[in-house]
């Protein structure tokens, strides 16, 4: 379905070729004030349809493109909130204070975003969505606002790629760029939607999931990849994982198995 962007630019391609013709026939009948004005409208209408082509190309670069589209579908163009499940990636670089204290200020950016460049790639390459960038770390999330049914295999085929590509990436960094990352995974419900002011808002997921992806990414060796016992257990049948008994939920007052995962079994990833 074409969406009201595509809609709008469609519309003033329309309305500039209709010009176009009028302006032919009023070229040949030598009516030199309305063909005046048909030109006038031609530049306002092109000029409108490179506006709109700017803005389109800044949205891209500011909002995850299925994010972006779900906004321009909507009528008014902004959505309410909603709860939905959800499986959140949540992935930060190792030492990432000590990278900075090693790679002058001018490197330090275009290492960083070639880290950045493999988190994106895997995460939009298996339907999930970028939520932002926090430094070194990248907020990802799977099922929303689309409906991706096996979210949690996504998610963990995500991170998987995320570890090959780092590792193909470390040769042509120098060694004092080479990190890897930690990523922690948690199924659950969220509220996924708008966030803000009603004059700043971002459209992101909150909830105790987010949270929890974020303490399992902390506590994964670098290189791994951490997963929740409700990640697991949609997955057991289809991966090799470990477990590890000793997690606290909250406070330390209460324990759960966690898993850090091992591969895929036969057939997968």
Same mark, same amino acid.
């Not at 009201?4 to 309305?15: Q, V």
């Not at 000029?47 to 995850?64: K, M, Q, T, V, Y």
């Not at 971002?202 to 999931?209: A, L, M, R």
């Not at 290189?223 to 090799?240: H, N, P």
């Given at each position: 379905?074409?969406?009201?962007?595509?809609?709008?630019?469609?519309?003033?391609?329309?309305?500039?070729?209709?010009?176009?013709?009028?302006? !032919?026939?009023?070229?040949? !009948?030598?009516? !030199?004030?309305?063909?005046?004005?048909?030109?006038?409208?031609?530049?306002?209408?092109?000029?409108?349809? *490179?506006?709109?082509? @700017?803005?389109?190309?800044?949205?891209? @670069? =500011?909002?995850?493109?299925?994010?972006?589209?779900?906004?321009?579908?909507?009528?008014?163009?902004?959505? *309410?909130?909603?709860?939905?499940?959800?499986?959140?990636? =949540?992935?930060?670089?190792?030492?990432? *204070? $000590?990278?900075?204290?090693?790679?002058?200020?001018?490197?330090?950016?275009?290492?960083?975003?070639?880290?950045?460049?493999?988190?994106?790639?895997?995460?939009?390459?298996?339907?999930?969505?970028?939520?932002?960038?926090?430094?070194?770390?990248?907020?990802?999330?799977?099922?929303?606002?689309?409906?991706?049914?096996?979210?949690?295999?996504?998610?963990?085929?995500?991170?998987?790629?995320?570890? /090959?590509?780092?590792?193909?990436?470390?040769?042509?960094?120098?060694?004092?760029?080479?990190?890897?990352?930690?990523?922690?995974?948690?199924?659950?419900?969220?509220?996924?939607?708008?966030?803000?002011?009603?004059?700043?808002?971002?459209?992101?997921?909150?909830?105790?999931?987010?949270?929890?992806?974020?303490?399992?990414q902390e506590a994964a060796p670098p290189?791994?990849?951490?997963?929740?016992?409700?990640?697991?257990?949609?997955l057991r049948d289809r991966i090799e994982?470990?477990?590890?008994?000793?997690?606290?939920?909250?406070?330390? $007052? /209460?324990?759960?198995?966690?898993?850090?995962?091992?591969?895929?079994?036969?057939?997968?990833?």
């Amino acid at each position: 379905m074409m969406g009201k962007e595509e809609s709008a630019c469609a519309a003033l391609e329309a309305l500039q070729e209709r010009l176009r013709g009028i302006l !032919a026939r009023v070229g040949s !009948a030598g009516e !030199a004030a309305l063909e005046a004005q048909v030109r006038e409208a031609l530049t306002l209408v092109a000029a409108c349809r *490179s506006e709109a082509e @700017r803005g389109r190309i800044l949205l891209e @670069r =500011f909002l995850d493109p299925a994010v972006l589209a779900h906004l321009l579908a909507a009528d008014p163009p902004m959505v *309410s909130g909603a709860r939905r499940e959800v499986t959140v990636l =949540f992935a930060d670089l190792q030492g990432y *204070s $000590d990278l900075c204290e090693r790679v002058p200020l001018e490197e330090l950016t275009s290492v960083l975003g070639r880290y950045l460049a493999v988190a994106l790639e895997a995460i939009r390459g298996e339907g999930g969505v970028v939520d932002r960038w926090m430094g070194d770390a990248v907020l990802g999330w799977f099922n929303a606002p689309r409906d991706l049914p096996d979210h949690p295999y996504r998610a963990l085929r995500a991170a998987w790629w995320m570890q /090959q590509a780092v590792g193909a990436l470390h040769p042509t960094l120098p060694p004092e760029g080479r990190r890897r990352f930690r990523i922690g995974l948690h199924t659950g419900e969220v509220w996924v939607g708008p966030l803000g002011t009603p004059d700043y808002w971002t459209y992101t997921v909150v909830g105790s999931v987010v949270n929890y992806a974020r303490r399992l990414q902390e506590a994964a060796p670098p290189g791994q990849i951490m997963l929740s016992r409700a990640v697991f257990e949609r997955l057991r049948d289809r991966i090799e994982a470990r477990a590890l008994p000793v997690f606290p939920v909250r406070r330390g $007052d /209460q324990v759960v198995p966690v898993y850090r995962f091992l591969g895929f079994r036969e057939g997968g990833p």
